[in-house]
Structures are given as structure tokens and as C-alpha cells.
């Protein structure tokens, strides 16, 4: 593929924008804007971790018990899709710096559809949820929270927290745990506003897609690539910490 | 262009080095560590994770000491909320008068 | 370029910012850093007179002990909004919006901020965060108070919570916006030779603010969203009776509200730091101390929150912490005005009216600070809680304070902004006006409150009503006073006598393009060998104190 050629004018790169003397200023400008952009992100998360970490001091049985009801495979396998997702995010990048349009179109094209696969699966994961009256409290009105009972005849243990699988009852959560909501409205809210930035990174990586496949960026000008990758990478970590906090909590107790 | 390149065997081996990471921790989970070390050990390995996407996939490595310093800011700020917080929670109990 | 006094200015172009080009459309979609700034300017000054129509209401509800003007539940509604509007839509936004939207590119010989695109999506986003907020206060109000303590706004108020936490989420986006812009413009966008240290302390100031707005505002945005996530869901975030803690969310709303304070504070130190060298025609004593201050304000504005909880269940040991940190955070705001004073020290002071605001900030800001010392003594403040005196406190800090510096700042850059120089005389008239009447709506409430009388109450007892009567009394010389500069600017803008590019015969950068100038700033980069407060020696200034004319 050939790389696009920048057509040098009296005004510079066509790129350049009128208040900026030259690219170099105008890239140092927008990566230095997007970090900035991001420091808002993580103070923004940060206070939901703070909830998290409060109330999972508060609550530990509670935050055991309902971790151990989310499903540990998808949420490994959504683990493994971003982390995949940064790395063609990577290589997009990489391949612009380079002026290779096939391939950046390619990664870029890959990193989409990951991060839509990472949407699907949490889609089912939050379908899940439903179907186990798990959404807390009355978000869903004609569906409120509700642990659902112990299973008749079977006698309740702590320390081995059962995972059924199977269309009917799902995953009963143990009803003697006191607070047990409160796990869910930290996982939601977390992983919801999660899933936000994930919609808002797709919509961004759109917008990539198009304007290279016309041919928009090249090594002289790739900014925009370099930091909607910021901001894809940052989602990326937010979930790497999301993971073990949200679904790998209690896991020993199985074998206890 | 100032800007520094990144070799992509650099990226796989990053990429590989995630995906161990995840594999270790979901494995670390099922064991029973005394204390709160699973805690530890978790949050010990996601900061891992997160410092290679940052210093590699977000190219902090190569970047400007202006960059670092931003990161650190925002960490630190992070930290000023969690420990001022946390201070008042953990000496709640310290009082025998107050409750709770 | 020539420093100080023997420049010569371009002559005043037909074509300015202005005039550039026509019609609404040239307006609502400018990229000019200029005309966003005139934006903001009409829109605070819009939200300034509803927060304002709602102080006059509780002025007139306090005149007498009986609550007999308003209901209760009318009344909470009426602080409620006070507080909002003026805090989010008029303070916060103020003088970073619209004096350092305008002057920041100019001050560092830039032709715009970093991104023009983005400063104008920011103020779409204050206006739509704005409609959104009057549309729930017309539709029935909020009566949590604008701190929005949990479990009352999240359980068990019947008013428009969310509507009103909608709206100032989205502004909060504004805010930092703005302040994103302002960092990245000042690290990446300077002038050939204008080095960190030349730059005027204005700048200085909005860089810690815009530190403040990116650091703190995002907090406050997520603690919305998780009270409304709970007043939609009724689940127990921050109610007790369903496992929450309100102290939680106390801890949040307060990290991102103190340093709001210093949001609203910081940009008009960084105004009365310029107005008060150059008045007094002399380099500003201690530079370097009066920048590092700046910005150890900001960083120490985080970490002193918990004063607002020492009458909660938070642990004594945390309140002992705060209160030593909040003893601590005194100390740069009394750097500066240490130096200020020591720069007005044998300098030659000409008292036109941006001085007169800025004589007023010291004096004012101080009294404000030093009662602020007595609210983060632990013991006192257990007193002092809850009653007029805070509210007197705040008002000398948000009122003395942020607004005389943005008054000040305002008059003295309006040459600049306009074209035109405002009225002199009524200048310093309408200064002096306001600055009795503020002292006599606010001084009374320090004794009320120390006697005992509780805020937020629209019935008291009846022998504080001396003290509100005074304060009323005060509240409409105030109200008067600030009416006169709201005629003569608009006035001005067709009589004023047109300004010369340099019309107070000042060093600064700003002052070295045409009054108003062009959509570009300057007709070529400048290259700037001076620092920020280089004046002549006062030997060659021909006449001290009359260099208007």
C-alpha cells in the first residue's frame, strides 16, 4: 500500500492547525492534552474505588459470597480480549508511524471488533444478572433485587459457595449474607461506567477507521491515532484492576 | 519527528507478558494465603500489568519527564483521597466514646 | 521590543476581534478565545442575577424573626439555589472563563488557546449544564442545601435532585475542560523567551486553578452520579438503613468542594497580583514566592477537607489531622499577602478603580482567612458550625474576595476587552459603594453566628434580628453598588472614550497590541526579553500617580 503523500504548502502540513507554528507543537499539544484528559479519568474511577474499597472492608463475607457468583470465564476471556484489543491498538499505531495503511486499517478494524466482542460478553454477563434478579435495588423496577432462596433441602455452608450451572436457577446466591446488594451496586456502577468509555472508545476507533481508510493520517500526522490509543490503553488498565477486585474475590474458599 | 518508534517484537513480548499476568492471577485466587495476601498478591500483579501498557503500549518509556510527572501527580492525588479517607476510618474505633 | 514607557503602539485597527466579522453565527461558532470569553461574560453575568434575585429573597425573609415571607420548604429551596447558581454558574466559572479565557493566549504572545474547539464546546456544555439546573429550579427546586447531604437529597427530599445533579454534572465538564486547556497552553504554547518565571503571576494563578479543576472536579462528578444512581435505584450507597455511610458521602462531595474554594479564589489572587504592581508602579516583592504559593495552594487545598466533617462521625484523629493541614493551607495565602503589601510598600499607588477593588481584596480576603483560622480550630468550630458565622466567613472569602477581583480585573482589563475606558469617576464611586455595603451585610453575621444564630433557618429567635437588619440594610447598598458598573460597562461600549492600546502605560504583553485587538492577537510573534514587572526607573516617570492621560 503506498503511504499517503503530504502535499507541502506555503501554510505547512494541511493538517496544521492555524494557531500552532508547526506539527511538532501541535502533536506535543494534543498527547499532552489527552494525559491531562486522562489524570480527570483516573481521579474520576478512583472515587468509585474508594466506595469499593470502604465497603469491601466493611462487608468481606458479603463481597466473597456475590464475587464468587460472577462468572469467572468471561470474565478471564473479557480480560484477554482487551488486553489483545491493546496490543492491535499498539500495532495501529505503530503501523501509522510507519506508513503502512493496510495493516493500520487492519489493527484498527481488529481493536473495534474486540472491543465490541468485550461488550457482547458483558452484555450476557448483565443478562445473566437479570435473570438471577441480581440488578440492585429498583433500577429495574418490575425486576427488583432479589438473592433469591437457598435451595430447598440443602443446608447452608460458608465455606463452599455452589456454582450451579443450568437455565433455571442459575447461580442461587447465599441469602444469610447480609449486604450482598451492596457488592452489586459497586459491580454495576464500576463496570457500567466502564462499559460507557468502552462504547465511547468504539465510537472513536470509528472515526479512525474512516478517516484512514481516506487516507487522513500518515507518519507526519497520526496524532489523533496516538491518543485515542491513550485513552484505549487507559480503559484497558481500568478493567485489568477491575477484574481481580470485581470476580476473584473468595475463589479460595471453593477449596477452603 | 521526535517521536520515538517502537519495535513491535517489543509490543508481542509486552503482550505476552499481560497475558501470563492474567493467567497467574486467576490461578492466584484459588489458593488460600494467609492474611490478606490475596489482596496483595492480586493488586501486586494487576500493578504490573497496568505499569507495562503504561510504559510500553502508551509509550511513557520514551516519552518526556513532563509525562511522568503527570502520571505521578494523578497516582499521588489518587493516594491523597484514599489515605485521608481511609485515616478517618481506621481510627474511628480508636476512641472508646465513639461508636461505629 | 522596547520595555515600559517609550514604546510606541500600533495604531488602533479598523479591523478588531470584534468587528471581524458579523452576525450571530460568527459568534456561536467563534474559535476566537476572545469572543468565548465575551460569551461567558454575558452568561455569568446572567446566572450572577438570578443567584442574586435569590440572595434578595433571603434578605427580605431575614428582616424579621417571624417566617413570614416565605415557607420553610420555600425557603430551603431559595438557599438551596443560592448557593448553587452562585457557586457553580457564577464563581467557579468567573474569572478563568472570561478574564483568562481572553488574556491567557495574550499574556504569553500565543494567537489562541491550544484548542480553540474545545473552549468552545466548553461553554455549549456550561449552557447546557445551566438550562438544565433553571429547568429544575422552575420546575419545582431542590431544598438539599448545595451540599446535597446524603441520606435527605438521596432518600428522603421530594424535590428535583436529580435534575439538578444532571446539571451540574454536565458543567463540571465545562470546568474541566477549561482548566485542560489552560495547562496544556501554558506548557506548550508560550512566546519565544517567555520562560516560566517571566510570566505575569495572572498566569501563574490559572495554572494552579486549572490544577485544581482537573484534579478535584472529576470526584464531584462521580459523587453525583452515585447519589443519583441511589436516589434512581434505591440502593444504600450513602443510606444507613439500606448499609450505606453518608459520612462517604461527605469525604467525596468535600474533596472536590474545598479545593472549589481555592477555584474560585485562586484566579482572582493571580488579578489583584497584577493590579497591585502595576498601580503601584513596582515589580511585585518576591516573585518566585508569590508563584510557588499559587501553586502550594492548590496542592494543599486537597488535602484539608474534612474541616467540613469535624461535626460528623468522623474519627477525632482524622479531625486533628485536617485541622492542622487546615492551619497549614493559611500559610501561602498569607505569603502573598505579605508581599503584596510589601510591593505597595514606597511605591508610587495611583488609586483608580482596579486598585480600590484590589486595596479592598487584601483587607477583605484577610478577614475572611483569619475567620477561617477559627473554624479549623477543632473546639471552635464545634461552636461555630452550622451558624452565621461560617456564612459570614465564605462571603468575605467568595464576595470580599473572588468578586472584588473580578470587578478589579474586569475594570482594569475593559480598555483591552472593549475599545473604550469606563466611567473613572463612577468607577471609584460604585467601588467605595460596594465595599460599604458588603461590609455591612457581613460583619453582622460573624456576631450573629458567634451569638448563636443557626443558618439555613428562616425563623430565629428574636434577638439576632438587629444583626439582620444591618445585614439587609447592607445586602441592598451591595445590590445598588454593583448595579452602576453594569450600566457604565454597557454604556461605555457606545460612549466611552475609545482607549489606546496601552492606556494605563503598563510593561505587560497584553498591553503591547491594540485595545481591542486583533482576532490573531498579534500581528507577529513577539519575542519577549522582559520580565513581568519591569518598570522604568522612577526617575524618568514624569508624573506619579496621573499617567492616565
Known sequence: ?256 | MSEHIVPVRIYFAIFAALLVGTALTVVAAFFDFPWRLNTVVALTIATVKATLVVLYFMHVRYSTRLVLVIIASALFWMAILFALTLSDYFTRGWLSTQTG | ?549
Request: hydrophobic content about 50%; some cysteine; charged content about 10%.
Open chain 3, 1 to 549: 521590543m522596547q520595555p515600559i514607557e517609550s514604546f510606541e503602539a500600533p495604531a488602533p485597527p479598523k479591523v478588531n476581534y470584534i468587528n471581524a466579522q458579523y452576525g450571530l453565527k460568527s459568534w456561536l461558532l467563534t474559535k476566537d478565545h476572545k469572543r468565548i470569553a465575551l460569551l461567558y461574560l454575558v452568561s455569568i453575568t446572567f446566572f450572577f442575577f438570578i443567584g442574586g434575585l435569590y440572595a434578595l429573597m433571603i434578605r427580605l425573609e431575614l428582616l424579621t424573626p417571624q417566617g413570614d415571607f416565605l415557607q420553610s420548604t420555600t425557603y430551603n429551596k431559595v438557599f438551596t439555589q443560592h448557593g448553587i447558581i452562585m457557586i457553580f454558574f457564577f464563581l467557579i466559572p468567573s474569572i478563568p472563563a472570561t478574564l483568562g479565557n481572553f488574556l491567557i493566549p495574550m499574556m504569553i504572545g500565543a494567537k489562541d488557546l491550544a484548542f480553540p474547539r474545545i473552549n468552545l464546546l466548553s461553554w455549549y456544555i456550561y449552557m447546557l449544564g445551566g438550562v438544565i439546573t433553571i429547568y429544575a429550579l422552575l420546575a419545582g427546586g431542590v431544598d438539599t442545601g448545595w451540599t446535597f447531604y446524603t441520606p435527605y437529597s438521596s432518600t428522603y427530599s421530594n424535590s428535583y435532585v436529580v435534575a439538578t445533579g444532571l446539571g451540574i454534572f454536565i458543567n463540571g465538564f465545562s470546568s474541566i475542560l477549561t482548566g485542560l486547556n489552560f495547562i496544556v497552553t501554558i506548557h506548550t504554547m508560550r512566546a519565544p523567551g517567555m520562560k516560566w518565571f517571566r510570566m505575569p503571576l495572572f498566569l501563574w494563578s490559572h495554572y494552579a486553578t486549572s490544577l485544581i479543576m482537573i484534579l478535584g472536579t472529576p470526584v464531584i462528578a462521580i459523587t453525583i452520579l452515585l447519589l443519583a444512581f441511589e436516589r434512581v435505584a434505591k440502593v444504600g450507597i450513602f443510606n444507613p438503613a439500606l448499609g450505606g455511610d453518608p459520612v462517604l458521602f461527605q469525604h467525596l462531595f468535600w474533596f472536590y468542594s474545598h479545593p472549589a474554594v481555592y477555584i474560585m479564589v485562586l484566579p482572582s489572587m493571580g488579578v489583584i497580583s497584577e493590579l497591585i504592581a502595576n498601580f503601584s508602579r513596582k515589580n511585585i516583592f518576591g516573585y518566585s514566592f508569590v508563584a510557588f504559593s499559587s501553586i502550594a495552594i492548590a496542592v494543599f487545598g486537597f488535602l484539608v477537607w474534612g474541616h467540613h466533617l469535624f461535626v460528623t462521625p468522623q474519627s477525632v484523629y482524622a479531625g486533628m489531622i485536617f485541622s492542622f493541614l487546615s492551619f497549614a493551607v493559611a500559610i501561602p495565602s498569607a505569603i502573598k499577602v505579605f508581599n503584596w503589601t510589601a510591593t505597595l510598600y514606597k511605591s508610587s499607588i495611583s488609586y483608580d478603580t482596579p486598585m480600590l477593588y484590589a486595596l479592598g481584596f487584601i483587607g477583605l480576603f484577610t478577614v475572611g482567612g483569619m475567620t477561617g483560622l477559627f473554624l479549623a480550630s477543632l473546639a471552635v468550630d464545634v461552636h461555630l458550625s452550622d451558624t452565621y458565622f461560617v456564612v459570614a466567613h465564605f462571603h468575605y472569602i467568595m464576595v470580599g474576595g473572588a468578586l472584588m477581583g473580578y470587578l478589579g480585573g474586569l475594570h482594569y482589563w475593559w480598555p483591552k476587552i472593549s475599545g473604550r475606558m469606563y466611567p473613572e469617576g463612577w468607577g471609584r464611586f460604585s467601588a467605595l459603594v460596594i465595599f460599604v455595603g458588603f461590609n455591612l451585610t457581613f460583619l453582622p453575621q460573624f456576631v450573629a453566628g458567634y451569638l448563636g444564630m443557626p443558618r439555613r433557618y428562616h425563623a430565629y429567635p428574636p434577638e439576632f434580628q438587629v444583626f439582620n437588619v444591618l445585614s439587609t440594610a447592607g445586602a441592598s447598598i451591595l445590590g445598588f453598588g454593583m448595579l452602576i458598573p453594569a450600566i457604565y460597562f454597557v454604556w461605555s461600549m457606545r460612549y466611552g472614550r475609545h482607549a489606546e492600546a496601552n492606556p494605563w502605560h503598563l510593561p505587560g504583553l497584553e498591553w503591547r497590541t491594540p485595545s481591542p485587538p486583533p482576532t490573531e492577537n498579534f500581528y507577529e510573534t513577539p519575542i519577549v526579553t522582559w520580565d513581568a514587572y519591569e518598570f522604568a526607573p522612577r526617575e524618568e516617570v514624569e508624573v506619579v500617580g496621573k499617567f492616565r492621560e
Open chain 1, 1 to 256: 500500500m503506498t503511504t499517503h503523500a503530504t502535499t507541502q504548502d506555503a501554510h505547512g502540513h494541511p493538517a496544521l492547525q492555524h494557531h500552532f507554528e508547526n506539527m511538532e507543537q501541535q502533536r506535543e499539544a494534543g498527547t499532552l492534552g489527552m494525559w491531562v484528559f486522562l489524570v480527570t479519568e483516573i481521579m474520576f474511577f478512583g472515587g468509585m474505588f474508594l466506595a469499593y474499597t470502604l465497603y469491601r472492608n466493611q462487608y468481606p463475607a458479603a463481597f466473597a459470597s456475590a464475587s464468587n457468583h460472577l462468572d469467572i470465564t468471561l470474565g478471564a476471556v473479557n480480560t484477554a480480549v482487551l488486553i489483545v484489543s491493546s496490543f492491535t491498538m499498539a500495532l495501529a499505531v505503530y503501523f501509522t508511524q510507519t506508513g503502512k495503511l493496510r495493516p493500520q486499517v487492519l489493527c484498527l478494524g481488529l481493536t473495534l471488533v474486540l472491543g465490541l466482542t468485550f461488550l457482547g460478553i458483558k452484555a450476557v454477563e448483565y443478562h445473566d444478572k437479570y435473570e438471577d434478579h441480581l440488578i440492585p435495588g429498583r433500577l429495574i423496577p418490575w425486576n427488583p433485587f432479589n438473592p433469591g432462596v437457598q435451595e430447598e433441602g440443602q443446608p447452608v455452608d460458608h465455606h463452599k459457595l455452589h456454582l450451579l450451572s443450568g437455565k433455571t436457577v442459575k447461580h442461587p446466591i447465599d441469602a444469610t449474607v447480609k449486604n450482598v446488594e451492596m457488592f452489586y451496586w459497586i459491580y454495576f456502577a464500576m463496570t457500567g461506567m466502564h462499559a460507557l468509555h468502552m462504547i465511547i472508545g468504539a465510537g472513536l476507533l470509528m472515526y479512525l477507521l474512516i478517516f484512514s481508510l481516506r487516507g487522513r493520517f500518515d507518519p507526519e500526522y497520526h496524532s489523533p491515532v496516538e491518543v485515542i490509543g491513550l485513552y484505549w490503553h487507559f480503559v484497558d488498565i481500568v478493567w485489568i484492576f477491575l477484574f481481580p477486585l470485581l470476580y476473584l474475590l473468595g475463589r479460595h474458599y471453593l477449596h477452603g
